[in-house]
């Protein structure tokens, strides 16, 4: 089940990177120091209680004018309608209720999307309450006060958010058609892919980079199979400020893919791959989904019988972190492999739900064990006392251990090609959840 997501729209100096960080805490550290996983902080995974959600920080806002920053808010407010199942409204208690507060509410009432008006920088109660009232006009519901910089308040306001999460995940649980959401810049070919697999124009397509309006489901049956492929949505209009379009692409691509099953990350041929390529790619990669790289308009690339391996080499060089991906060279406006995209999400499908039985699991760790010593430090030497499948999608192992210190990233890496040798999982990737035990347990 996909998580859902809450999106923080405010003005400049509300407190909303306050806020975000406070909730985030060390899951905002979940980005690990890989080449080409996104770094920027604009969304991380939150649990609160039973519930695990995605927040989502729209930001973005320079406060050069009132006018712009009314604009900009604007924009904010739309992706968020756009994106969320939650909108996490915040205003501030010091500034009161201004203008720009007044016309994003109107945006966010006529949305019909669930909205907690938070009130933050409420240090004390007893002085602020009387001011948290005023925000009453707005017309959205009760105002939360909150400190996100003392972390006041902040218990009640995500009971709030809870309250609004869809309860349909038990309709989600029965839909066993693959998800499969179709990723990249702007103007890569995304919509044009779905066209020609739909054989029918249902989704706008122009060569304006960012015309996609909002995120399609479109679904297409092959062989007697149905899948759902999700469009992800533009940007509403072409945005001046090309981190802004970025940010915003990002943030609809973290909204897609944690709704599918398997990710095709779309490059552009005559482009090549690109730094924004690796970033989007990333996200997948962080969430444990099975990835595709497609790259599209290899029709229109002049070919030696050299050209593929060469692609293929700079695509894996800059996407290292992530060498399990399967790659395909297709073209939208041919058709050329197209077909083949089917093939593999079948393949990766299956990838992702394989179990692995513990005792043949860990004949290949005591092979791969022997055939290279684990790392020591001052002496002490690594064991490794059993390794056990826990879950899948994503295939994830959990590594008993004596030291969890001495386990060194490499020597996971290690283990998982070993795996991965041994198993296949193509086109998937695998996870692994270190931990200690005691000699004697």
């Known amino acids: 089940m996909s998580r859902p997501i809450v999106a923080i729209v405010g003005r400049p100096n509300v407190g909303k990177s ?6 985030a805490g060390e899951n905002i550290s979940i980005v690990k120091d890989t080449p ?25 806002i320079e406060p050069d004018s009132s006018d712009i920053i009314l604009s900009q808010m604007r924009e904010q407010a739309q992706i968020a309608i756009d994106t969320a199942d939650v909108i996490l409204f915040l205003v501030d208690v010091r500034q009161g209720l201004q203008d720009a507060d007044s016309k994003v509410a ?4 006529r949305s019909r999307k669930p909205v907690v008006l938070v009130v933050n920088k409420v240090d004390s109660f007893q002085k602020y309450m009387a001011d948290v009232y005023e925000f009453y006009n707005l017309g959205i519901g009760d105002p939360m006060p909150v400190s996100a910089a003392s972390r006041l308040g902040i218990g009640d306001m995500l009971d709030e958010v809870v309250k609004h999460f869809p309860e349909d995940t038990e309709e989600n649980g029965e839909d066993e058609r693959p998800r499969v959401a179709i990723v990249g810049k702007p103007n890569v070919g995304k919509s044009s892919i779905i066209n020609r697999l739909v054989g029918e124009n249902r989704v706008i397509v122009s060569n304006i980079a960012g015309t996609t309006r909002d995120a399609i489901d ?3 049956s092959h062989d007697g199979r149905e899948y759902v ?3 992800t949505a533009g940007l509403r209009r072409k945005n001046k400020i090309k981190e802004e379009l970025e940010r915003y692409s990002i943030i609809r691509t973290v909204t897609a893919v944690e709704r599918a099953d398997v990710v095709v990350v779309v490059i552009d041929a005559s482009e090549g791959v690109t730094e924004q390529d690796a970033k989007i790619a990333g996200i997948a990669h962080e969430r444990g989904k099975g990835i595709i790289v497609a790259v599209n308009k290899w029709d229109a690339i002049e070919k030696t019988d050299k050209t593929i391996y060469e692609f293929s080499r700079k695509i894996r060089e800059t996407l290292s972190f992530m060498p399990y991906a399967e790659l395909l060279f297709i073209s939208a406006v041919t058709g050329q492999r197209l077909g083949r995209l089917f093939e593999l999400i079948d393949v990766i499908i299956e990838n992702r739900a394989m179990r692995i ?6 004949e290949i760790i005591t092979e791969a064990v022997a055939m290279q010593q684990p790392p020591s430090d001052k002496g002490r030497r690594l064991k490794i006392y059993y390794v056990t499948q826990v879950s899948v999608k994503p295939p994830t192992f959990v ?8 386990m060194h990233f490499s020597y996971t890496r290690y283990l998982e090609n070993k795996i991965r040798e041994a198993f296949g999982f193509k086109g998937t990737s695998l996870k692994f959840i270190i931990r200690e035990r005691k000699e004697k347990d």
């Open 36 to 60: 080409g996983v996104t770094r920027d902080r604009i969304y991380a995974d939150v649990s609160w209680l039973n519930y695990n959600f995605t927040m989502i920080d729209t930001g973005g």
């Open 218 to 220: 479109t679904e297409i």
């Open 357 to 362: 039985q513990t005792g043949v699991l860990n």
């Open 106 to 109: 109107d945006m966010l009432r």
């Open 399 to 406: 590594v008993f251990v004596n030291d969890k210190e001495l």
């Open 18 to 23: 306050t806020l975000f960080n406070a909730l």
């Open 229 to 231: 492929f999700i469009d």
